[in-house]
Each structure stands twice: as C-alpha cells, then as structure tokens.
C-alpha cells in the first residue's frame, strides 16, 4: 500500500472530457468510462505489508486500455521529508497515473498476487468516479496527508466508490462486526512478518486505535475492499496472478512486544548485577535510564508532533517520562524514593489496563520500565567491598 511507484503517466485520453472543440465551445462528454478495481497482494517490502489497491478506467476508444490511479504515490527518495510531513499530517501522498497494462506488467514482475474486478456501475455512477479521479489528478501540487488506518490508497478508492453508489457501500458496512478485531489487530497482521514495524504499532499507535473496526473501517486494507465488492456489488474477484515466493503468515506471534521484554532483561540484569556486586552500579543506571529517556523522548515527541488522535493520545506517556534523565544525579535515599514512586505510578497503569480504562497493550512497555525501577526501588546495593 505504500510501496513507490514509478513515474506517472497522465495519458492524453484522461484529457478528453477537457478538450475544446475548434469554436472554443465545451466538447460533448464522453461514453461514461468502465471502471475497474484492482486489488494487489502483500509485496517483500515493509511499505508493502497491506497490499494495495488501484482504480481504473477504460475508455471505449481503448477498451483493453485502461488508465489507472493510485493514490498511495509519495516521494520514497526522500524519505526524510516525507516521514516529517506525515508525521506531521501534512499533505505528503498524491495521486499518479499509469497505463493498466504496465500496472499489470509491474506488480507481476515483483511477485504480487493481482486480483481485478470490473464493477457493475450505471454510466452515471461511472461518469461521477471518472470526474472525481479526474479532479485530484488535474493539479499536479494535489496532496493529502496520509493515515495508515484510516485515510490511505484503499480508503479514498472506498469513498470515490461509495459516492458512486450513493452510500450504499457505507449502508451495508458501517456498524457491522468484523471478527471484533482492532485497528492495531490489524495493523500487526499486516507486519507479522516485520517485528520491527509491529514494535512501532505497539510504541507510536495510540489508544485510538484500540478501537474495534467494522466492515466499513477494515476497508483500509485493500483485500477487505475488495471482498466488500464482491458482497455488495455480486462482482466475483478474478485471480490474474497468484504470487509464486513464500506465501506471508497473518501471525505476528510475539511480534515487536518479544524485543520489548529482551529490552527489559537487558534493563535489569546489568542493575541487578551491580546491586548484588556493589560496583558499577552508576553505569548500570545510567545505560537503563538512557533506554527509559530515548523511548519517552521519541514517544512524547511523536504525541506532540502528531495531529490526529491515534498519535496524540498515547498511554505510553504515562510509562516512560523523559524526567527520568535526572536519576543518575539524585542521591542514593532520593534516587530510591523516586524509583519507588515510579513504581507506584506502573502500578497505577497497570490497574486501569486490567480493569479496561487503559486499552493500549501496555504489558511488554510496562515491564520495560518496572524492571529496573523495582531494582533501585526494593534491592538495596551491597556494601562495596574494601
């Protein structure tokens, strides 16, 4: 779904409807377009863990032709501004063009099942997508700031397609259970096989997306829209091409919460060495306060940065806090009873998840802090030897 794609096309036929006739007069529209909805696979690339989907329209003039829009396009060459400006919900993905066959010829040449459905729309429900395709790609400076959960290539397809219909996608979905998974449900799904990414869904997703997803909400994975028209629309997805690798596992397993309790052994085992030795025990703390500080940093500065709810209201701000950092510089009584009021403020976190005021998974994060914080709270050092 986020995977780069090449450089776009704007075919001359796209340009049609807005042609002048030789008096300067509007041309008359043209026979509404077919529309087609492509549904791609999982690729080898973390960008594309979801899969991803692609609207296309063919013209009676080239009827085996199709032009196809995609709105998951974005400058992966500078990746550096483009992760600032979606951070920042910034307008950073546009919508890029590309001849159907050479969507066809691309995907298959990276090994990525295709499926294509050539939805049963009347001329008037294909005429209002062609027009609203048309619009975004008519300004070449066109952005929209992209949301991996809920404003991406599938869902703005999922919109277009909706409006088409009148609502009536929204109609059938909205408010219907699916499997009662959450967004991050989801989200781990798509990166079973990248722990790395499912660490990143775990630290910088927030409770809001916690939330249950119904029918209309999974859609901003392409397979889901993909099925959604096939229940509602009766149009059967036809399997072009059938990735040939290693098929991808749905099961993340530990995921990134199996690194979070390594971190946490790594945490502990230098300070409780030190404690039990007598020695080193500034080094200790000061390599797990350094961990504590740089989660809480990045966490806190995600919340701050992030203009929409599911990267602001962060839980995890209430387990790493960046004034940890003055541990190391209090004296042995207050660096206690600041380890122990850490550990009161754990307590406290760890009470609202279980009984559900907390809804993040906390579990792995929570004992990532606790650890050496019960340490310097309940172990008192051994006496340095002479």
Request: aromatic share 10%; with cysteine; net charge neutral.
């Amino acid at each position: 779904m986020l995977g780069p794609r090449r450089a776009t096309r704007l075919l001359p036929l796209a340009l049609l409807p807005f042609a002048a006739n030789a008096a300067a007069q509007p041309a008359p529209a043209p026979d509404a377009p077919t529309v087609v909805l492509y549904t791609i696979g999982q690729g080898e690339d973390v960008f594309e863990s979801f899969g991803h989907t692609s609207l296309c329209l063919r013209f009676a003039q080239e009827p085996d032709d199709g032009l196809c829009f995609d709105y998951g396009t974005a400058d992966f060459n500078n990746i550096g501004r483009t992760g600032w400006l979606f951070l920042r919900g910034k307008g950073s993905f546009r919508l890029s063009t590309d001849p159907e066959d050479v969507v066809f010829a691309d995907y298959r040449a990276t090994d990525r099942t295709i499926w294509r459905q050539v939805l049963p729309l009347t001329p008037e429900q294909a005429e209002s997508v062609r027009l609203e395709l048309l619009r975004d790609r008519r300004d070449p400076r066109w952005r929209y700031a992209y949301r991996l959960l809920v404003d991406n290539c599938s869902t703005r397809v999922r919109d277009i397609l909706d409006r088409a219909l009148g609502g009536r996608l929204r109609a059938a979905t909205a408010g219907q259970a699916d499997r009662g998974l959450t967004f991050r449900d989801y989200g781990r799904q798509g990166f079973a096989e990248y722990p790395v990414a499912n660490l990143v869904l775990d630290l910088f997703l927030a409770a809001d997306a916690d939330q249950v997803a119904d029918r209309w909400d999974a859609m901003f994975l392409p397979v889901k829209l993909r099925d959604e028209m096939q229940r509602v629309l009766a149009v059967e997805p036809e399997l072009l091409y059938e990735r040939q690798g290693r098929p991808f596992s749905p099961d993340p397993g530990w995921g990134g919460r199996g690194w979070l309790l390594l971190l946490a052994v790594l945490l502990a085992l230098p300070l409780a060495a030190a404690l039990r030795l007598g020695r080193g025990i500034e080094i200790a703390l000061a390599w797990a306060v350094l961990v504590l500080f740089l989660l809480a940093a990045l966490i806190w500065t995600v919340a701050w940065l992030s203009p929409f709810p599911e990267g602001r209201l962060n839980q995890l701000m209430l387990v790493f806090v960046p004034w940890d950092v003055v541990v190391p510089f209090l004296g042995v009584a207050a660096r206690r009873h600041y380890a122990r009021a850490r550990v009161a403020l754990l307590a406290a976190v760890s009470l609202l998840a279980v009984v559900g005021v907390f809804t993040q998974p906390l579990a792995a994060p929570l004992l990532v802090a606790f650890a050496p914080f019960a340490l310097l709270a309940f172990v008192p050092p051994r006496p340095r030897p002479d």
